[in-house]
């Protein structure tokens, strides 16, 4: 339709005549969409109050970087050391392990290129390869890759840098100097058609990556001395270790016996089925990204039982999703725009997923729950989130059950909590996905 001059008069007559957009107007002009839009009537899905909760730790921050789901996944480590240990809090490097994800990120990504360099440069493999290929997000499996291969050091070993702390000009010029070695390696093969020449210059362009690395974060520690007091005041002190023997000796955490379930009511995507994405990893020669579709109420069951052993869960959402920030909401009874924008938003969570509406965008960690002890529903749920204490109340969000079903995508449950339908499921040959695809999301929301 052409927009003419009749359509906007009669629209801003229309428009004026009515009091409700009047008053909407005033209301938004004025405080802005949200708040504009926000009911404050308390109900039961945002208290922050539940029957489940597991003992509070220091609140992490990971300032201006996307590194959430690094976070959620250390913050599992180190509630485990704290327990083991009886320790108030104890802290790991996530500088450390930015350090191994961002190197071994730029060798697949050359991998990468190398195996599809017969692809046609403007087609929609490589552009999507060459879209971002430094960027700071990632999922469960990348963090297991690296934490299995590389081992955790404690924060006061690799402290956090500058550009640890706000990663966007070292992930800016790492991107240009990838694309370049994209370039090299893509005219390379048109000249010589020599695969062999490419990985020879994978190897050289890898020596500078890590000098970069280096440069910008630190060099990695191969050796410190483990040493704390916990809260009876004893002193534990264990000398000279190794990343990998921290690790295995002092969290004692068993990375395979977790398995990652998503929920994608999709039609491409049968249920009780393992899926991983392509040309979508970290660490080369370690584990794919795979996960089992189950539906939503799996999650539950095995979030309520994990928690109720004591053990976080590691999750991956929709944060932005009618959330109110100030009061740390993550629900669908406080954030009413639609109803102030008079719209009636038929959108589920299937043509969400299909239209580019929604997708996991942050990893944070359940910590407790309320639920009802006869039926074992769900209420609602605690978050610990990596935006420092000042974000939410204390740190804290609170999550409803309604707004779990809508915007929930990822979970991290141990197999000792799932039915052997599931575990099944995972030990099968996983189906592929596009690397397009929305369950190939990287968590990456910054606060």
């Known amino acids: 339709m052409e927009?003419?001059?009749?359509?906007?008069?009669e629209n801003r007559k229309r428009f004026f005549e009515?009091?409700?957009?009047?008053?909407?107007?005033?209301?938004?002009?004025?405080?802005?969409?949200?708040?504009?839009?926000i009911d404050r009537v308390e109900d039961r899905t945002n208290r922050h109050s539940f029957n489940i909760e597991l003992k509070e730790k220091e609140i992490r921050n990971q300032k201006q970087s996307g590194r959430c789901w690094m976070f959620a996944a250390l913050n599992l480590m180190e509630y485990k050391l704290c327990t083991k240990y009886k320790l108030k809090g104890f802290?790991?490097?996530?500088?450390?392990?930015?350090?191994?994800?961002?190197?071994?990120?730029?060798?697949?990504?050359?991998d990468s290129i190398i195996k599809t360099v017969d692809e046609d440069l403007d087609g929609r493999l490589v552009s999507h390869i060459l879209t971002d290929p430094m960027g700071?997000?990632?999922?469960?499996?990348?963090?297991?890759?690296?934490?299995?291969?590389?081992?955790?050091?404690?924060?006061y070993a690799m402290k956090e840098s500058v550009n640890s702390s706000a990663t966007a000009n070292l992930n800016n010029y790492l991107t240009k100097v990838l694309r370049m070695y994209a370039k090299n390696l893509r005219k390379s093969y048109e000249k010589d058609k020599d695969i062999e020449t490419l990985k020879i210059m994978?190897?050289?362009y890898m020596i500078k990556v890590y000098d970069i690395l280096s440069i910008a974060l630190g060099t990695p520690p191969e050796?410190?001395?483990?040493?704390v007091r916990n809260e009876d005041e004893e002193f534990i002190s264990d000398k000279n270790l190794t990343p990998q023997e921290f690790f295995k000796k002092h969290i004692e955490v068993n990375l395979d016996d977790y398995i990652s379930l998503i929920n994608a009511p999709t039609r491409d995507k049968e249920?009780?089925?393992?899926?991983?994405?392509?040309?979508?990893?970290?660490?080369?020669?370690?584990?794919?990204v795979k996960y089992v579709n189950v539906p939503v109420e799996v999650m539950k069951s095995g979030i309520l039982k994990q928690l109720k052993d004591g053990e976080p869960v590691w999750f991956g959402c929709d944060v932005g999703q009618f959330f109110y920030r100030k009061e740390s909401y993550l629900d669908l009874s406080t954030v009413k725009i639609y109803d102030l924008l008079d719209v009636q938003y038929d959108f589920s969570k299937e043509d969400r997923l299909d239209y580019k509406e929604s997708l996991m965008t942050h990893a944070m960690?359940?910590?407790?729950?309320?639920?009802?002890?006869?039926?074992?529903?769900?209420?609602?749920?605690?978050?610990?989130?990596?935006?420092?204490?000042?974000?939410?109340?204390?740190?804290?969000?609170?999550?409803?059950?309604?707004?779990?079903?809508?915007?929930?995508?990822?979970?991290?449950?141990?197999?000792?909590?799932?039915?052997?339908?599931?575990i099944k499921a995972y030990e099968e040959e996983a189906r592929h996905l596009k690397p397009w695809d929305p369950m190939g999301s990287l968590a990456s929301i910054k606060f």
């Open 3 to 9: 927009i003419t001059r009749e359509f906007l008069e």
């Open 365 to 422: 960690v359940f910590v407790g729950c309320d639920y009802d002890e006869k039926t074992n529903k769900i209420n609602r749920y605690k978050v610990e989130n990596s935006w420092g204490k000042d974000a939410g109340d204390r740190g804290y969000l609170v999550m409803s059950d309604q707004w779990f079903d809508e915007y929930m995508y990822q979970v991290l449950i141990s197999k000792k909590y799932l039915d052997e339908r599931v």
């Open 18 to 37: 009515n009091r409700g957009n009047r008053i909407a107007q005033r209301a938004a002009v004025n405080n802005g969409l949200l708040e504009a839009s």
């Open 271 to 288: 249920y009780y089925k393992s899926y991983t994405v392509d040309f979508l990893g970290n660490v080369m020669e370690l584990d794919k």
């Open 223 to 227: 050796r410190f001395d483990f040493e």
């Open 136 to 155: 700071d997000g990632g999922q469960w499996d990348m963090i297991k890759n690296i934490i299995n291969k590389y081992g955790l050091v404690p924060a």
């Open 202 to 204: 994978q190897e050289e």
């Open 91 to 110: 802290e790991l490097s996530k500088n450390y392990t930015l350090f191994y994800d961002k190197l071994e990120r730029c060798n697949y990504f050359l």
